[in-house]
């Protein structure tokens, strides 16, 4: 008989049956490794612990610790769900289905209507019935020829298989149900513990949007119900902080594919925030010394041939417009092009240096349409930009001002949670970067030296920088956890040497100005999802929406005085409404706590004869009475003291 030659993680070698299994090899290193194994790796693969594994490689056994093992569990539960689905409707078809380090999940597609989380709870009993019956899961593995038989008849597993490399495709049968599997399996489902069937999402086959869409089921699996537990509870956590979902419930924006993947449409509400906030950058910035500018979006593509986006950023463009007469016009993807237009506009000296040009700069990316998220990432955006023209000498001295703005924001905003990264070029392969050495060694040791100025903690990435320039980013934590770029300050030496950037030195001589971009607070886009998760929804008052609601105990009685109050603060610049809607005082005082505005005030009969308002702060229990005027003392300063903590 054939044989294969195993080797073991820690080097030996051994030969076997080339119709061995994952589990004969256990079995053989102890009976106790056969018992604890789910499965196998082959060459970095998983496989089936009861296969054969017919060649030569690295082989490992597969245990419930560690990620592989709860892959396969979850592989397993993906399996049982494709059963007790098509035990349940036998007409549905089935897409890709996966599991995971994150879960697992299963694409449906059921003629007569789709799968709902209605359902779920149903296919879930299925699931459970299956482990408690300690179901077999046996396999089979078929040919590339003899899979395609077997799922003829369902367009999308027919793709799979038609389209995949492998030369065997493992099939499983559960109560007699046969589905076709990508992962491997238990070969019992009385070795599943403790799953949980989550929720329910449209997902594009192969996440083309001109493919049907799927119904994908989400779903998770543990080997000990403390882990579940844990885990749906960051789930949980995730989900309140989300900012699609909190988008939706505080109706600030939408994004419809129907009209637009990654375009999105600011509500209202959304868009208060939005103006609030670009209000604020830009009074920021011009009491700084920016100039504020308008570029338009659209441009001819010779500007971005010039400025190198179209050799090297055209995969993240939109594709040009011809009109037809020769003229090719470009959406843009980044504003740096249009303030050098600004710049170059006129003959500059360097008594205007440094010039700061700025512009809350709309611009478009073609982001593949399975990364579209929310606001977090689009396709239209709008950055808060700018652009700096200084001499080398002044690198410094801007780079410090720069920061010192950056972090001047960040308190406004209550961001605590960041970190600098400075990057320089790799000293071991100069010839990557602009070549200009002096440019490199003076501009770096300049920013080294700003930290340091400064106080403040940084790391060193050598081989980070841009082939343009050297770098800072702040990198900010998101409320999930994840690393996020909120602001970037970047040297860039090729850009002025590619649209021939000029200013008249003190010596009557032209020279090149170095350019440095920055932001601050990113796109508008992304550091609203930012702020909506950070701040869980509850924005301090001077974001929110609306910042107070007045509701009177009687609408009858008692609205005119709230209408008189509501009068007073909105000529404060207070965005204020009275609730007339006469419902139940309970429940509109629950909606705005709900709605999570700042400040809801109740006037009734006492407050009206006194002039007062009885106070309620968003999260607090108790309210306060006391003179209207000096509600709105107090609240005028909350709003002037931003986020401040
Ligand atoms: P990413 O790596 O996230 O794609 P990037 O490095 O391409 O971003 P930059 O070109 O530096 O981003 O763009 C500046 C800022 O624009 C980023 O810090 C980020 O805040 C924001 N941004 C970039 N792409 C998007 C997008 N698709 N949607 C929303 N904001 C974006
Ligand atoms: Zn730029």
Request: charged letters at 25%; one cysteine or more.
């Amino acid at each position: 008989m054939a044989e294969i030659s195993l080797q073991f993680p820690d080097g030996n070698k051994k030969q076997f049956d080339a119709v061995a299994t994952a589990k004969d090899v256990a079995r053989s290193i102890a009976i106790s490794l056969a018992k604890k194994a789910v499965a196998g790796k082959l060459d970095g693969q998983l496989v089936d612990l009861n296969a054969p594994l017919k060649h030569d490689g690295a082989i490992e056994i597969v245990t419930a610790d560690g990620e592989d093992g709860l892959t396969v569990l979850r592989q397993t539960v993906a399996i049982l769900v494709k059963a007790a689905l098509k035990e349940t409707f036998p007409e549905i078809q089935f897409g890709p289905e996966k599991g995971d380090a994150d879960g697992f999940y299963v694409d449906t597609d059921k003629s007569d209507g789709q799968v709902s989380v209605d359902d779920l709870a149903a296919v879930s009993d299925r699931v459970s019935a299956m482990i408690s019956q300690k179901a077999e899961i046996s396999l089979e593995q078929l040919n590339q020829a003899d899979a395609a038989k077997a799922v003829a008849g369902n367009p999308y597993e027919a793709k799979m298989v038609a389209d995949s490399e492998a030369t065997v495709f493992n099939f499983y049968t559960v109560n007699g149900i046969r589905v076709l599997s990508e992962g491997v399996s238990f070969d019992n489902a009385g070795a599943v513990k403790f799953f949980k069937l989550l929720s329910v999402a449209g997902a594009y086959f192969e996440g083309k949007s001109s493919n049907p869409m799927l119904q994908r089921i989400y779903g998770t699996a543990f080997y000990k119900q403390a882990d579940l537990d844990a885990d749906l509870q960051a789930r949980q956590e995730a989900r309140e902080r989300d900012h699609r979902v909190i988008g939706n419930d505080l109706d600030l924006f939408f994004v419809d594919p129907k009209v637009g993947a990654g375009l999105p449409y600011w509500m209202p509400n959304g868009a208060t925030i939005r103006r609030t906030i670009e209000r604020y950058v830009i009074d920021k910035e011009v009491g700084d010394g920016y100039k504020h500018v308008y570029t338009p979006v659209l441009a001819n593509l010779n500007l971005y041939k010039t400025s190198g986006h179209w050799e090297h950023y055209r995969e993240d463009m939109f594709p040009p417009m011809d009109m037809g007469d020769g003229e090719m016009l470009e959406l843009r993807p980044m504003n740096c092009p249009s303030h050098i237009q600004i710049y170059n506009h006129h003959i500059r000296s360097y008594r205007e240096l440094p010039l700061r040009i700025a512009e809350l700069g709309m611009m478009h990316r073609y982001e593949k349409s399975g990364a579209l998220s929310g606001l977090q990432r689009v396709r239209e955006m709008t950055l808060n930009d700018g652009h700096t023209f200084v001499t080398l000498d002044q690198v410094q001295e801007e780079f410090k001002k720069i920061l010192t703005l950056i972090m001047d924001v960040y308190k406004d905003f209550n961001i605590t949670d960041y970190s600098f990264r400075l990057s320089y070029r790799d000293p071991e392969n100069t010839e990557k970067y602009f070549d200009d050495d002096e440019m490199w060694n003076r501009s770096q040791s300049m920013l080294k030296g700003a930290m340091d100025d400064l106080g403040l903690d940084y790391y060193e990435a050598e081989g980070e920088a841009a082939f343009y320039g050297p770098k800072l980013d702040i990198q900010t934590k998101t409320a999930l956890g994840n690393d996020e770029t909120m602001s970037t300050i970047q040297l860039d030496f090729m850009l002025p040497d590619r649209f021939d950037l000029n200013y008249v030195g003190a010596d009557g001589e032209d020279h090149r100005p170095v350019m440095i971009h920055r932001g601050i607070v990113g796109t508008m886009e992304r550091f609203i999802a930012y702020l909506t998760e950070i701040y869980k929804g509850a924005f301090p008052t001077w974001l929110a929406p609306k910042q107070v609601t007045i509701i009177p105990v009687s609408d009858d009685k008692y609205g005119d005085y709230a209408e008189s109050l509501r009068k007073e603060m909105a000529a404060a610049g207070i965005r204020v409404e009275v609730d007339h809607r006469g419902e139940k005082m309970n429940y509109l005082i629950r909606d705005a706590q709900t709605h999570k505005i700042p400040y809801t005030l109740v006037v009734g009969e006492h407050e009206m004869a006194d002039k007062s308002v009885s106070v309620r702060k968003y999260g607090e229990q108790q309210s306060e009475t006391m003179a209207a005027s000096a509600f709105v003392d107090e609240i005028l300063k909350d709003i002037a003291n931003y986020s401040r903590e």
